[in-house]
């Protein structure tokens, strides 16, 4: 089992910055993929960014050059470092992870967080 708790949303204006937190516990995450999602009210969840095992990231095309996932596995935690952030990232965002090692086979998400609120005003 792995609980998975979100930290570091809020409020920011256009053009601002943000850093979410996941801290995992229960079990290391040190193998596992672990992701970023988001949805907003009325659209469907989507995935935002990814981070492998071994450090490999990807990212959906609307965040790419704005956000940054990382990792730090000696803290069990994964983070979401959100530059230049507009109306349309307003959402709520949640932690994943994923018994894989690779980004590729990375698509089955077994633990998820409880979400965080990301508002961007404009």
């Known amino acids: 089992q792995v609980q998975l708790v979100e930290s570091g949303g809020g409020s920011v204006q256009s053009g601002g910055s943000l850093r979410l937190s996941c801290v995992a516990s229960?079990?290391?995450?040190?193998?596992?993929?672990m992701a970023w999602f988001r949805q907003a009210p009325g659209k469907e969840r989507e995935r935002v960014a990814i981070?492998?095992?071994?450090?490999?990231?990807g990212y959906v095309d609307s965040v790419r050059g704005r956000f940054t996932i990382s990792r730090d596995n000696a803290k069990n935690t994964v983070y979401l470092q959100m530059s230049n952030l507009k109306p349309e990232d307003t959402a709520m965002y949640y932690c994943?992870?994923?018994?894989?090692?690779?980004?590729?086979?990375?698509?089955?998400?077994?633990?998820w967080g409880q979400g965080i609120q990301v508002t961007v005003d404009s």
């Open positions: 994943a992870t994923a018994a894989a090692t690779s980004i590729n086979a990375c698509d089955v998400f077994d633990y």
């Open positions: 981070i492998s095992k071994i450090g490999g990231r």
């Open positions: 229960g079990s290391s995450i040190s193998s596992r993929c």
